[in-house]
């Protein structure tokens, strides 16, 4: 098992950064990709940014060039960094692992970010 504690949303105005944080902890040894989901009440989940344990990332098209997914295997933490952000940014954004050789797919219980004037 994987638990997922993310922290770090909010309340920010249109242009505003935000940095938000997710640590694991549990069975972390395997796990191979981390990463960061979003919805908005009415529609899927969607993806935001994931990282592998190698270090490739994939961005959703929303997210490229505003936000930035690093992650640190030591500490069993993964960030997003977000700029520029927009109303359409709000949402309820969930961490994300996945382990490697068919394990689990773990979720944390999200952290609202909410963008307005």
């Known amino acids: 098992q994987v638990q997922l504690i993310e922290s770090g949303g909010g309340l920010v105005q249109p242009g505003e950064s935000l940095t938000l944080s997710c640590v694991a902890s549990?069975?972390?040894?395997?796990?191979?990709?981390m990463g960061w989901y979003r919805q908005v009440l009415g529609k899927q989940r969607e993806l935001v940014a994931s990282?592998?344990?190698?270090?490739?990332?994939n961005y959703a098209s929303s997210a490229k060039g505003r936000f930035t997914i690093s992650r640190s295997d030591d500490k069993n933490t993964v960030w997003l960094q977000m700029n520029s952000l927009q109303p359409e940014d709000t949402a309820i954004y969930y961490c994300?692992?996945?382990?490697?050789w068919g394990g689990g797919n773990y979720w944390g219980q999200g952290t609202q970010v909410t963008v307005s004037s």
């Open positions: 994300n692992a996945v382990q490697a």
């Open positions: 549990g069975m972390t040894i395997n796990i191979n990709s």
């Open positions: 990282m592998t344990r190698g270090g490739a990332a």
